[in-house]
């Protein structure tokens, strides 16, 4: 089982939807929790961090299920800006090193 | 501030050569690390650093060397290139006291 895992995708959606992503953990030691975004041959760029409390900013929202050991990205009024690839992030098992998931990709039409 | 810089953006090598990738930061950012990233396996931690004179290797080591005699360079070496070396990398500093990452725009490697 990868320590990571998300749904590749590709999400297609409608300019102004709200779509969501989940991402799964096997670690359930980790502590820190990020969600990265990454244009098409272009290096990743941190987007949010996600707390335990679940955070926004602007119109996206993470949310951090240690339960289910999931967390999750919300957008809503999705642009077409918003088209890319987002990375699930986690510190890793034993070594706090993070380990990434391999994306999901969202297109978003108008 | 120029943050992390990598060169150079694309590099074809044959079998069996060697080079060096290169990477520089400003940020005074005491953890630097490698990363390659290859269609359908996310970013894969290759050789990382907690500061300087100190490396220690990640995920995927073989193939590769680092050194890091300052903060501010984390020179990436290919010792004999392979075809399944092709990737893209990227070099990453992480803000200190924190996960937080911050990467360089890449090298794309072409073995052939």
């Known amino acids: 089982r990868k320590e990571v895992e998300q749904d590749p995708g590709p999400f297609n959606v409608p300019e102004g939807a709200t779509v969501a992503f989940n991402c799964t953990y096997s670690n359930s030691a980790s502590q820190s929790f990020f969600w990265y975004r990454q244009d098409c041959r272009k290096e990743p760029k941190l987007l949010m961090s996600?707390?335990?409390s679940g955070n926004e900013d602007g119109r996206f929202t993470a949310q951090l299920n240690r339960a289910s050991q999931y967390i999750s990205l919300l957008i809503r009024d999705s642009k077409l800006s918003d088209s890319a690839t987002y990375l699930c992030v986690v510190n890793g098992r034993n070594t706090g090193k993070l380990i990434f998931g391999q994306g999901t990709t969202l297109q978003v039409k108008p | 501030n120029a943050g992390v810089t990598q060169t150079p953006k694309f590099q074809v090598l044959k079998t069996g050569q060697s080079m060096t990738l290169q990477c520089a930061q400003d940020?005074?950012?005491?953890?630097m690390s490698w990363y390659r990233q290859d269609p359908g396996m996310g970013l894969r931690l290759i050789h990382y650093?907690?500061?300087?004179?100190?490396?220690d290797q990640g995920e995927v080591p073989n193939g590769y060397n680092v050194s890091r005699s300052t903060t501010e360079d984390f020179p990436l070496r290919l010792l004999s290139a392979a075809p399944s070396q092709t990737s893209v990398y990227f070099c990453a500093t992480q803000k200190t006291g924190t996960y937080e990452q911050y990467f360089g725009p890449g090298t794309r490697l072409t073995v052939t």
């Open positions: 996600v707390y335990s």
């Open positions: 650093s907690v500061g300087a004179g100190i490396t």
């Open positions: 940020m005074n950012h005491e953890y």
